[in-house]
Every structure is written in C-alpha cells, then in structure tokens.
C-alpha cells in the first residue's frame, strides 16, 4: 500500500509513536453507554488499529480521498464505515445511530471549529477524547479566572467535563508541528438544557469575550440592559471572572430585561 502524503494545506501532522496511539484510543471510555466511536482525520491508521481493539464500533471519517482510498485498502472489515467528506459539513444522522464519541488528533487549524460543531450536536456526542495544540487544550479546560480561560471554554463546560489527560512532543509526528500538543477528554454532564435561553447565553458569552479587557459593563452594552440590572456587580467583573452558572444568570437577567421593553 502506497504511503499517504500529509498535506500541508489540510493541516495533517500524521502520528508516528504507537504508544501514544495506544494511550489515546485506552482514554475512550464509552461513556453514556455509547457503543460508537467516530474518528476524525484518521489519516494512515496510526491511532484507528489501537481504536479497533476497543468493544466500540468503529466509524472514521476523512476529507482527503488518497487518505480514504488508503483506509479502505487497510481496513476492507469496515466498508460504508468509512466515510470521505468533513466533519463540519456532513450530516452523519442517516450513517451514525442516535449517540456516539469521538476520537481524533484534530488538525490544528479547524480544531476550534470542530468543537462548536460538537456543541451543536451536543445531545448525540456523549464523549470526546483528541490530541489538539497544547495551547487550545488548555484553554479549553481551563478554569475561569485563568488568562486561558475564554468563549470555548465557557460554552464547552456548560455541557461537558473536561480533563487535560497530558502532553505530546512535536518530534512524535511526520511532518512535526510547530508546537506542542496536548491531549483531553470531553465527558457529556448532566445538563440536558441550560436554565436560560441557550441561543442568548451562546450570544452573551462571545459578546462578553468579545473585549476581554473591558468589564461586562461596558462590553455588553449592546444588550440593552435594565436599568435596574446595570447596577449588579457581576458588571464590574471581566468575562475571564465568570464561570457557567455566571453566564447563565447574566443571560436570565438579559432575558429578563428584554421582556420588560
């Protein structure tokens, strides 16, 4: 079997230690009873043949064809399980029963986006374990009050728990990266739905992060606060300050001032 070409363009840094492999593929729990896992940019197997040996079913999906092509020579078992297209654009409800985690060393530059689209189809994906930038990783796990902390740590907290397992080298990838990464576990929580309008509270986050220097005050001056609210000392706080219950109330408060135009 020929050999694929990570592409610059797609963002691909192909892993080559098989320990690591192994250690991501152990960090799949199945959590939510789940019996499916999906990854993400499997390039050539590297992490799929640990992933394999997990109870799970197995889905993989990949946006370069040479890579789908390789796959399917590789892994003939798998078959319609294979998928070529892109995660952030596939509709996967006709290919992938109700729920299921996902696996993956993310390509760096559409890792951000992967997770808000795993925000949207946040009641089907019960878990997610992935190698990112180490930076990414930390920011999504942090906790508030840390300069790290920001718009996807908020908005992914809300619905999941969120563990830095630990770090990889740049030299463990064929090409290496330019940084160090990181890997972590998303675990779905038990909130089905936010107690506030969750359109709003997605708005008021990013709005908030928007000037992170500024207080909310002043940076959320566009949602036309009540009077009566824009005297609360959760304004005189930086969005930084703020955990999700925080968010929440401030989204009950803005819903609460619109009603009362």
Same mark, same amino acid.
């Given at each position: 079997?020929?050999?694929?070409?990570?592409?610059?363009?797609?963002?691909?840094?192909?892993?080559?230690?098989?320990?690591?492999?192994?250690?991501?593929?152990?960090?799949?729990?199945?959590?939510?009873?789940?019996?499916?896992?999906?990854?993400?940019?499997?390039?050539?197997?590297?992490?799929?043949?640990?992933?394999?040996?997990?109870?799970?079913?197995?889905?993989?999906?990949?946006?370069?064809?040479?890579?789908?092509?390789?796959?399917?020579?590789?892994?003939?078992?798998?078959?319609?399980?294979?998928?070529?297209?892109?995660?952030?654009?596939?509709?996967?409800?006709?290919?992938?029963?109700?729920?299921?985690?996902?696996?993956?060393?993310?390509?760096?530059?559409?890792?951000?986006?992967?997770?808000?689209?795993?925000?949207?189809?946040?009641?089907?994906?019960?878990?997610?374990?992935?190698?990112?930038?180490?930076?990414?990783?930390? =920011?999504?796990?942090?906790?508030?009050?840390?300069?790290?902390?920001?718009?996807?740590?908020?908005?992914?907290?809300?619905?999941?728990?969120?563990?830095?397992?630990?770090?990889?080298?740049?030299?463990?990838?064929?090409?290496?990266?330019?940084?160090?990464?990181?890997?972590?576990?998303?675990?779905?929580?038990?909130? $089905? @739905?936010?107690?506030?309008?969750?359109?709003?509270?997605?708005?008021?986050?990013?709005?908030?992060?928007?000037? =992170?220097?500024?207080?909310? =005050?002043?940076?959320?001056?566009?949602?036309?606060?009540?009077?009566?609210?824009?005297?609360?000392?959760?304004?005189? @706080?930086?969005? $930084?300050?703020?955990?999700?219950?925080?968010?929440?109330?401030?989204?009950?408060?803005? $819903?609460?001032?619109?009603?009362?135009?």
């Amino acid at each position: 079997m020929q050999n694929v070409r990570p592409k610059k363009h797609l963002g691909q840094h192909f892993l080559t230690d098989l320990s690591i492999a192994e250690r991501i593929a152990q960090a799949v729990q199945g959590h939510g009873d789940v019996g499916c896992v999906l990854e993400i940019g499997p390039g050539m197997g590297v992490l799929t043949d640990f992933l394999l040996k997990n109870p799970m079913e197995l889905y993989l999906i990949d946006i370069d064809s040479e890579s789908i092509a390789y796959l399917h020579q590789k892994y003939p078992q798998l078959g319609g399980k294979i998928i070529e297209g892109d995660y952030l654009q596939e509709n996967l409800d006709a290919v992938l029963p109700e729920r299921y985690a996902i696996a993956g060393n993310f390509p760096y530059n559409i890792s951000s986006q992967i997770f808000f689209r795993v925000l949207e189809e946040r009641q089907k994906v019960t878990e997610v374990v992935c190698m990112l930038q180490k930076e990414v990783a930390q =920011r999504i796990a942090s906790p508030k009050g840390n300069k790290d902390y920001g718009i996807l740590s908020v908005l992914l907290q809300a619905y999941y728990s969120i563990e830095y397992l630990f770090s990889v080298p740049p030299g463990v990838f064929n090409p290496p990266p330019k940084v160090n990464s990181g890997v972590i576990r998303l675990t779905r929580n038990q909130t $089905e @739905k936010l107690d506030c309008n969750e359109k709003l509270f997605f708005q008021v986050v990013k709005g908030g992060f928007g000037n =992170r220097r500024k207080t909310l =005050r002043n940076s959320l001056k566009s949602f036309q606060l009540a009077e009566e609210f824009k005297s609360h000392s959760i304004l005189d @706080k930086r969005a $930084e300050q703020l955990d999700v219950a925080d968010f929440v109330f401030l989204t009950q408060q803005i $819903e609460a001032s619109r009603g009362n135009h």
